[in-house]
């Protein structure tokens, strides 16, 4: 902790302060139960072992690489998922929804029969979207075939290759008629401004998959004009944009959004209805 003090480490890639990460690393390194640090304090470690931490720890103090680059893996929830430098560090508001929270839109789970994760990365919302919709068959989406790589490893590691579908495209463009019940997406939103200024372990990540365009909201345009011709009647949209709500709401007035709160954002996820698009 204080070595990533002192060198004034950036976090939020799945841990926000310096014990959690340091202790998530210790924990990873040593091959121990990530829940639980308290009973192996006092243990001693070997030569090997102390050279291996040694070695973990200058590389995310000296070259700033995220900590789930550095262990191969990244957790929402209860969900294990492979990463690498191919794909965004998993991280998303509407993890914390699938599915209770988005109840009061799709109803019953079981009634969502066809979904889909736009900008899918590493697959981690399609499978999450899989576990919480257990009839739905979903299609995957991203423009980077490198981040379908990444999706396809753990899809397979899930036994979900029967159900999600992953497909290169950017965003609706290869979908042609495809509709759907539910369509969620976490597309880039960073704004031109917060790219240029953001810290160096961010700078690991594709920018793709970050950069939003002047504004944050290139994607998002793209996405509120083309969700209605791909949602089914009573289709739900659900789409992330951080901390874009104000400029959401001024650029797009006449669309009467829902801000879902969640245990990690007050208002950084919108849903709309397909009757609420298309009529606006």
Request: proline share 6%.
């Amino acid at each position: 902790m204080s070595r990533f003090g002192a060198a004034g480490l950036a976090f939020g890639h799945g841990t926000d302060n310096a014990y959690d990460e340091a202790a998530y690393l210790i924990l990873h390194a040593l091959h121990l139960p990530l829940d639980r640090l308290e009973p192996f304090l006092d243990a001693r470690l070997t030569a090997a072992e102390r050279n291996d931490l040694a070695h973990l720890f200058a590389r995310r103090i000296d070259e700033r690489i995220p900590a789930a680059y550095l262990t191969g893996e990244a957790w929402l929830g209860t969900f294990r998922f492979h990463v690498d430098p191919r794909v965004i560090v998993p991280r998303s508001f509407i993890a914390e929804l699938l599915p209770d929270g988005l109840a009061p839109y799709t109803g019953d789970a079981f009634g969502v029969k066809r979904g889909l994760d736009l900008c899918t990365g590493s697959g981690c919302l399609a499978i999450i979207m899989a576990h919480a919709y257990p009839s739905a068959d979903i299609d995957a989406v991203d423009l980077s075939a490198d981040a379908l790589s990444v999706a396809q490893r753990n899809v397979s590691d899930y036994g979900l290759a029967g159900r999600i579908n992953l497909l290169r495209s950017d965003l609706f463009a290869n979908l042609r008629d495809k509709r759907y019940d539910l369509i969620i997406s976490n597309p880039p939103y960073v704004t031109a401004n917060a790219m240029a200024e953001l810290p160096a372990e961010y700078r690991h990540e594709p920018a793709l998959a970050l950069a939003g365009g002047e504004d944050g909201l290139d994607a998002v345009r793209a996405i509120l004009d083309a969700a209605p011709r791909h949602l089914d009647a009573g289709g739900t949209l659900v789409v992330e944009v951080g901390s874009g709500r104000e400029a959401v709401e001024a650029t797009f007035p006449r669309l009467p959004f829902v801000w879902i709160e969640t245990p990690s954002s007050p208002d950084g996820v919108f849903v709309l209805k397909r009757e609420d698009l298309a009529a606006a």
